[in-house]
């Protein structure tokens, strides 16, 4: 590579042009090289799409050859009377002619009284009862023009093109489901308007009884003979409904009582049913939701064999253009297994199930015009484009989070507490994430590690997670605390290294030597007692300073950093350093003052 690399600059001093040509053929095959990857991907594409569709098309195969088998009987008795149909041909023909001499025979008389009626109700009625046999001469051309030549005959026809309206275009695609479920209950609906009408009946039926008993007693009190025979007209008006609605009675009650007899008992008719149903409507259902889990699962081994194959997913956070392929998988695959559903239903002819499918589908794309905003959301963080991604920090609930996964359940992980959470990727569209540095802490503590709270409590951590913290103090008592509680006490960790501050005051007959001698006296002693007591290779530094000149001593600071193994005795610490000092006062002739009130008299 260096020796062609030196050629070429050497090229490039004689000739300028071929770094012009270089880049060009390395343009070149990096766009070659991406063709070649569409390519691949698009091939990879169609051969997983190729088994989805070869089973939805068996599994709807196997729904139209159960029928046909189901039906085979019926389609041989058809087969068997086809040449009957055909010699009927002829007859039909026959009857059709005759038929429309009728109705031009009666269209002729019909315009010929229209001419001489006097009334215009008489002339609406003849205006009507014209148009009336003119539609059924336009009826009768077509069946025999439809007969005759043995073929449909209505795309020949010249139709107006009607106006779209997607209230008749829904209503179209509900009435299967609608025309079913009155087919289903047509019997019941049967047997509640007989029971309708017999009550009606029942009630009318005394009422003309009685009309019929009063006409009669007046007419056997009258002598008039004008209004005799006007009540006998009556009378008889009145008999004939009273047969009328005992006919109505009894018929309804007879279709009533036959009703009730083709009944079948419960059990009967709901096992029939049942029966029916996983033979028929049931069969599809259940094939379109094999069909819909089916697809649903081989694309879920498709995406894993990719995951496994493709070395991108092995990295630590994914490429942009892995996240638009693994998003465009998930599509392609949700939308398989809907034209499952379909094209088994399609292929099974059953138009109620189908015209179910698409309302529900309907519905669902209503609904969702609604969520797309919300959508588009949720797109932008699997692509890794949104206000939360991968590989950044963001807080919950005032604890840091690192974002290992964003998908349709992301993970978030805290180091220090070991622990990780999983939400849904609505719950990321109101948070945001930040890049962090490394030396940023999760959290101030780890398991083991000791730490005193502002509210005096010291302990050893024994158990942390994002919901508690349980410490230990000294002697074994133990102490919870909720995790937002434990953060507010502002925890004091001791675990790394510890600084010891102890004052201590001198009595001011010391001043002389209160800055210098002192200090370095007591320093020196402090060393000998640490290397003695066994603390001294865990002593990082120690020093004595004077602090300030107090109201009844001069006041001194023991200052000693400590590494964090001497954490849990860091009391017994403080209380030696001041056990030290005393001892260096008791040596060297110290005095320790105690607090004096001096009283001035006039």
């Known amino acids: 590579m260096l020796a062609s690399s030196i ?61 046909a088998a189901a039906t085979a009987t019926v389609q041989d008795d058809n087969a068997a009377s086809e040449t009957g149909v055909i010699d009927n041909t002829l007859p039909t ?79 179209s695609l509900v009435r299967p489901a609608l025309d079913e479920m009155k087919r289903v209950t047509a019997k019941v609906r049967q047997k509640s308007e007989l029971n309708m009408e017999i009550e009606r009946v029942g009630k009318l039926l005394p009422i003309a009884r009685d009309a019929v008993k009063n006409i009669t007693m007046l007419i056997s009190e009258t002598n008039d003979r004008t209004l ?69 699962i081989f694309w879920v081994a498709v995406y894993r064999l990719i995951v496994k194959v ?26 398989m297994a809907i034209c499952g559903i379909f094209v088994v239903l399609y292929l099974a002819q059953d138009w109620m199930l189908l015209s179910l499918a698409i309302v529900v589908m309907l519905g669902v794309a209503w609904t969702a015009r609604l969520a797309i905003p919300r959508m588009w959301n949720q797109v932008r963080l699997m692509l890794n484009i949104g206000p939360v991604r991968e590989g950044e920090r963001v807080v919950i609930d005032g604890i840091p989070w690192l974002v290992k996964k964003i998908n349709v359940y992301s993970d978030f992980y805290n180091p220090e507490l070991g622990v990780t959470l999983r939400f849904s990727i609505d719950k990321l569209l109101a ?4 890049p962090f540095e490394h030396y940023e802490r999760w959290f101030p503590c780890r398991k083991g590690d000791w730490v005193i709270l502002s509210d005096g409590t010291r302990g050893k951590v024994i158990s942390q ?31 790394s290294n510890f600084r010891i501050k102890v004052p201590f005051g001198i009595s001011y007959d010391l001043q002389e030597h209160a800055t210098s001698l002192i200090p370095q006296a007591l320093s020196e002693y402090i060393e000998e007692k640490v290397q003695e007591e066994g603390y001294a290779e865990h002593l990082k530094n120690l020093r004595v300073e004077f602090k300030e000149a107090g109201a009844s001593s001069l006041d001194l600071v023991v200052i000693a950093d ?25 040596i060297n002739n110290w005095d320790i003052p105690f607090p004096q009130l001096t009283v001035h008299k006039a």
Not at 107 to 117: I, P
Not at 566 to 575: H, I
Request: glycine share 4%; net charge positive; aromatic share 10%.
């Open 431 to 434: 948070m945001a994430s930040r």
């Open 93 to 171: 023909l026959k009857s059709i002619l005759e038929l429309r001499a009728h109705l031009e025979k009666q269209l002729k008389e019909k315009k010929k009284l229209l001419k001489y009626a006097s009334s215009q109700s008489e002339k609406n009625q003849l205006q009507r009862d014209i148009q009336r046999i003119n539609q059924q001469l336009t009826e009768s051309r077509e069946d025999f023009d439809r007969i005759a030549a043995g073929i449909d005959i209505s795309s020949f026809q010249d139709k107006k093109e009607k106006k779209f309206d997607w209230k008749e275009e829904i209503i």
């Open 228 to 296: 005799k025979r006007a009540l006998q007209k009556e009378l008889k008006r009145w008999n004939n409904t009273v047969t009328q609605l005992e006919n109505q009675y009894k018929i309804a009650k007879m279709q009533l009582e036959q009703l009730e007899s083709e009944e079948k008992s419960l059990i009967e008719a709901s096992r029939s049913s049942v029966a029916h149903f996983f033979k028929t409507r049931g069969l599809y259902l259940i094939l379109s939701v094999l069909v819909f889990v089916g697809i649903i």
């Open 310 to 335: 493709v070395p991108g997913y092995r990295e630590e956070h994914i490429s942009l253009k892995l996240r638009i392929f693994d998003l465009t998988v998930r599509i392609i695959a949700a939308v």
């Open 7 to 67: 050629v070429l600059n050497e090229s490039d001093l004689v000739f300028p042009g071929i770094r012009g040509l270089w880049c060009k053929y390395s343009e070149f095959k990096d766009h070659f090289m991406s063709i070649k990857r569409g390519i691949f991907l698009f091939f990879l594409v169609l051969t997983l799409l190729s088994p989805c569709l070869f089973l939805s098309v068996s599994c709807a195969t196997a729904v139209k050859n159960y029928k």
């Open 562 to 586: 400590f590494d964090g193994e001497m954490a849990p005795l860091y009391n017994r610490l403080k209380r030696a350093v001041q056990r030290w000092c005393v001892e260096a006062c008791t």
């Open 465 to 495: 997670t994002h919901e508690m913290v349980d410490l230990v103090m000294r002697g074994g008592a133990r102490k919870s605390y909720r995790t937002a509680d434990f953060l507010s006490l502002n925890p004091l960790n001791l675990s």
